[in-house]
Structures are given as C-alpha cells and as structure tokens.
C-alpha cells in the first residue's frame, strides 16, 4: 500500500509564509509527476502547482512568483514553499502523486488546512 502523509499547514497572518511538505509511504514503488491542489469552501479543487520526476513546473497564475514547489526524489517528498500569503490562499491543500505499483495509479493526501488571516 501507498500513502501520501502531508504537514506543515497552519495559521498565518498574511504576508507570511509557510511550507508543506508531503511524503510518500510504502515499498517498491516508483513516482512520477508529483502536485499540490486546494479546495476553499464552496469552491471547486484547483491545482496550485505541479512536478515532474525530472523536475519541470507549472503553477497556477494565482500563486506564481509566491509559490515554489520542489521535490526529493531519494525521500519519495514533495514541498511547496508559500511566501507572500494572501487571505485567498485559505484552503484546504492536498498533495496528488502518480504512483506505479504494479500500475500506475493517481493518489491523494488526506488533506492540510492553510489558513491566512487578514
């Protein structure tokens, strides 16, 4: 079995920053594309950032030049560094990882909350 154990989300006064982190647990496995989504109350789940194996990024317009997403490859990790937060950054993120264990599947962390006061 794969897990993907997510921490680092909290409280932040805006203009503050935080850093998730998500690690994947269990054996044997291989991940590729690797990614952050957030879902706000009554809001649709969105993607925030996205990584491949080799390292390439994309990002959603609303948090570039904020967000940076990164990964450890040896550690099966994935980080989003959040600097310069706003109140609409408030969500619930959840990391998204493709996994191969004898085939490939997409898997979902339980979830982290983010919250930014104004």
């Known amino acids: 079995q794969v897990q993907l154990v997510e921490s680092g989300g909290g409280l932040v006064q805006a203009g503050g920053s935080l850093r998730l982190s998500c690690a994947a647990s269990g054996s044997a496995f291989s991940i590729g594309a690797m990614g952050w989504y957030r879902q706000a109350p009554g809001n649709q789940r969105e993607l925030v950032a996205r990584i491949t194996r080799s390292g390439s990024t994309n990002y959603a317009d609303s948090v570039k030049g904020r967000f940076t997403i990164s990964r450890d490859n040896a550690k099966n990790t994935v980080y989003l560094q959040m600097n310069s937060l706003k109140p609409e950054d408030t969500a619930v993120y959840y990391c998204?990882?493709?996994?191969?264990?004898?085939?490939?599947?997409?898997?979902w962390g339980q979830g982290t909350q983010v919250t930014v006061s104004s």
């Open positions: 998204n990882a493709d996994i191969l264990l004898n085939i490939l599947k997409n898997y």
